[in-house]
């Protein structure tokens, strides 16, 4: 969807050379500094507006963090202000104990005031919070004495992938939009670091010393706000900084170098072209079966992409495991493509653009013209429709006209912002839209025959094998009447230095990431190799 600064700030990060322009450390810190370079302007750093909303920072925790072995599966969601797992009281109601111990940086004890406090923020309407919709699922956050919160829920789905979010102590909570909350600038969590200094070029972290979990050897983060991409390759290049994330097309700059390492992380973060429901050829069905027969994915990930992806035809990815459905793809097949649309009453026109009743196989393809991964995608995309008869014009612009033209143009979107659900990945993308939808939520209001009852009945549900099966369902729903062409699944690309430490291993990302995932995301627990 629509990205936010709030969510793709970049936050952690690797060793920092003694490179000028940085923050220098001193020399009892030397070498336990780490400089990275990120494309997102510094700020917003509370939890309210989406800052470590998946449990993922250096400053905030949740009563839950994700923790993995690898990037292939799901991660397990763990207990981290939380004492112990969430129990199930009642139907729908889950109890979760809070650790004692547990203090913020300013000095104030953690308790379930915060907690409740935090969550009441999230969905209150004057806050207005771009993340509130996420939290929908839970219906109330109570307190039940000072180490213990009970969760409701308006499913029977268990709330951990709901419990990440970052707390904020009771105190720093206003009754304001969150845009403008001092948070942002002075934020104030219960994690390993505190904002040291902020300015526009610049964010110093330093790790505290009154932190009540395991010290972090990394003392210091510096982040430095890069936008321009080749900026930060040459910046990687030279030692001025230890890593930063890429493009893919920009990362291969690096491949090959003996003293930069490349990587791509796996991700439910997908790109597809959403269509509109203003324009003649996109609201048939049967074109956009067409569509989606007529694209090579894997040549998309291969050609475009640098092998950093894998193929999507749905937002549901294999890393789901028992709730994936493998043969709910479509194959690249130009003749297939060509009898649907013959067969559908689209026949070639003048220039050898399809036509019927008047109407053109035409459309625009909006994309944002600052990311060039969209960029790329929706020029590719374009010349996958050509040889059907089919016309795209893609046009980069900005995200203020995109939401105004989405009834009448196709866009290049992404999704997959809190992915540790999977109803999350699929129920906004594919319902029908409601009163509350986001602009960006299946833009053009296509939906299969019996699609909207087994996604509630899927988010009601409990997980296990028959809800899997619910989900299979979904996914082979999708594919008989697709409302879009899903691309690809993205492996997000980063390029470091290996500069000595014991990183964590990697976890699958969300949509959101930057120098906050990657080799970086859980930064605290790194060691010294020996």
Known sequence: MKPSIARVLGLAVALALTAAGCASASEDDAGEAIVLADSQELGGFSPVSGYGALGVSPIYEGLLRPDADSDSTLPDLVPSLADSAPIQIAPRQWRVALRADVAFSDGTAFDSADVVSTYEAVKNPIVASEISTDFD????????????????????????????LGIAPSERIEQAPAADWALNTEPVGTGPYILDSL????????????????????????????????????????????GTSLPPTAVAALDGRDDVRTVGVKSADWRGVSLPAGNAFTSDPQARIAMNLAVDRSGMVDDVLGGYGRPASTPVAAVYGEAYEPTAVFPFDLSAAESVLDAAGWRAGAGGVREKDGATASFELLYNAQDSVRR??????????????????????????????????????????????????????????????????????????GMDDLLQQARDSASGPENDARYRRIQQLYVEQPSSVFLAFLDHAYAYRDLGWNQSPPILEPHSHGVSWGPWWHLAAWTRAQ
Do not use: C
Request: aromatic content about 8%; proline content about 8%; cysteine-free.
């Open 137 to 164: 699922p839970i219906t109330k956050v109570v307190a039940d004495g000072s180490d213990a919160v009970v969760v409701t829920m308006n499913t029977d789905a268990d709330p951990s992938p709901y419990l990440l």
């Open 376 to 449: 790329d995608l929706a020029v590719a995309f374009a010349a996958a429709m050509q040889p059907v008869g089919i016309e795209v014009r893609p046009r980069g612009t900005g995200w203020d006209e995109i939401e105004t033209r989405l009834g009448d143009s196709a866009v290049l979107l992404g999704g997959g912002d809190t992915p540790y659900s999977i109803d999350s990945q699929v129920f906004d993308t594919l319902h029908t839209r409601v009163a509350d939808s986001s602009p960006y939520a299946n833009p053009g209001n296509f939906t299969a025959p």
């Open 199 to 242: 300015r526009a070029d610049q964010a110093v972290f330093t790790a505290r010393e009154d932190y009540w979990g395991e010290a972090p050897q990394v003392r210091r983060l510096v982040i430095t706000y890069t936008p321009d991409d080749n900026t930060r390759v040459q910046r990687v290049a030279t030692g001025e900084v230890s």
